[in-house]
């Protein structure tokens, strides 16, 4: 059975992400509007009414911003922990209970085709997780918005086939930049936003021949560019005397637009 993956959205302004098996699909996050999500999954040939659930990572907007909509109007359930949904839902939120499903980090659970683990990682949210899904012996991780890599997430990385890893910032243009000093200390921070050198030494540490597809992701608009992340990976790379086969793809997510469709056989 082929997987494929698709980024509809990758960035501080919005983050969605796509994974089906030509039967039913699953999002990861729903950070942009509900109808941007139709219209991109249409484009695609998917069917609305073969999403069959949203993992949510935390509550910050560019996660969350369509979930409302999506769950109220399409009835999708939404999956993440008691912590996430307790900073999520407020008296003035219509998600009904019939679309809330709490889950916990380190428990599997199936959906859709697909066993499923949350894991926690670090950032300045009330709690925030990435997650591993998992078919037929091939896993998908995807890992956005952390400061850095722990022990408890890094197996969950390592074991990737195809990785959304997030590589969020340039360090010299950071540091140049126009953003605030408390601003940039956040980002910069154990539980702020991975930026490229650490993204790019911790795939040189990790890289093996099951690791078939890297998609770097969350980029920011301000303080990288995809040239940025590309050098500074390939840098790397070469200074650790890597050369990866050509089978290994290496893609940097686009913040508005969707991205190719990947197929993991």
């Known amino acids: 059975?082929?997987?494929?993956?698709?980024?509809?959205?990758?960035?501080?302004?919005?983050?969605c992400y796509f994974l089906g098996n030509g039967t039913h699909g699953i999002l990861i996050d729903a950070g942009i509007s509900a109808s941007a999500v139709k219209r991109f999954?249409?484009?695609?040939?998917i069917r609305m009414e073969s999403i069959m659930g949203i993992l949510i990572t935390?509550?910050?907007?560019?996660?969350?911003?369509g979930l409302e909509v999506l769950t109220r109007r399409n009835g999708i359930p939404a999956f993440t922990t008691a912590t996430i949904w307790k900073s999520i839902l407020s008296p003035g939120t219509r998600i009904t209970s019939d679309c809330i499903r709490e889950i916990t980090a380190g428990t599997k659970f199936s959906l859709a085709g697909f066993d499923i683990e949350a894991f926690p990682v670090c950032h300045d949210a009330p709690e925030t997780v990435g997650y591993r899904l998992s078919s037929e012996g091939r896993n998908?991780?995807?890992?956005?918005d952390l400061g850095h890599i722990c022990e408890t997430s890094a197996p969950y990385i390592r074991s990737a086939n195809l990785l959304v890893l997030e590589s969020n910032y340039d360090d010299e243009m950071l540091a140049g930049g126009p953003y605030p000093y408390f601003l940039k200390s956040r980002i910069k921070s154990d539980h702020g936003h991975l930026g490229n050198h650490q993204a790019s030494a911790f795939l040189a540490d990790i890289i093996?021949?099951?690791?078939r597809f890297i998609c770097l992701a969350?980029?920011?608009v301000n303080n990288n560019t995809?040239?940025?992340v590309l050098q500074t990976l390939h840098r790397t790379f070469e200074e650790r005397g890597i050369s990866p086969d050509g089978k290994l793809k290496i893609t940097v997510l686009d913040r508005h637009r969707p991205s190719e469709i990947i197929c993991l056989e």
């Open 58 to 65: 935390h509550n910050h907007t560019d996660h969350i911003k």
């Open 226 to 228: 995809p040239e940025k």
């Open 218 to 220: 969350h980029m920011s």
């Open 208 to 211: 093996n021949d099951d690791l």
């Open 41 to 45: 999954l249409r484009d695609m040939g």
């Open 140 to 144: 998908i991780t995807i890992a956005t």
């Open 1 to 15: 059975m082929k997987l494929n993956f698709c980024s509809l959205s990758s960035g501080s302004s919005g983050n």
